[in-house]
């Protein structure tokens, strides 16, 4: 099994940076591909940007492209989420994923989740 704690979100103005960061452990194998996720009221849970723990190639969603960046600390089994520029309607909770398969934003190839951090940005 793979367990993820997400922390590091809270509430920024317009403008401002907020770096997330994801705690993983268990099997290595079912967390080859990491993401992040995240869900504002109302919406569907979108993917946000993923990367391969292998490799490191990165996938971005295109709202945050330029603005966000994904990375891991392998030694320490920390995935991290850099947002900088940050958009009232970046407002969400944040989830961390793992799966086994191909990397990706499709919601569907992840088979374990965090329980998410909230990311507020107020104008």
């Known amino acids: 099994q793979v367990q993820l704690v997400e922390s590091g979100g809270g509430s920024v103005q317009a403008g401002g940076s907020l770096r997330l960061s994801c705690a993983a452990s268990?099997?290595?194998?079912?967390?080859?591909?990491m993401a992040w996720f995240r869900q504002a009221p109302g919406k569907e849970r979108e993917g946000v940007a993923s990367?391969?723990?292998?490799?490191?190639?990165?996938d971005y969603a295109y709202a945050v492209k330029g603005r966000f960046t994904i990375s891991q600390d392998y030694a320490k089994n920390t995935l991290y989420l850099q947002m900088n520029s940050l958009k009232p309607e970046d407002t969400a909770m944040y989830y961390c994923a793992a799966g086994a398969g191909w990397c990706g934003l499709d919601r569907g190839r992840y088979s374990h989740w965090g329980q998410g951090t909230q990311v507020t940005v107020s104008s």
């Open positions: 268990g099997d290595t194998y079912r967390r080859i591909c």
């Open positions: 990367i391969y723990t292998t490799g490191g190639s990165t």
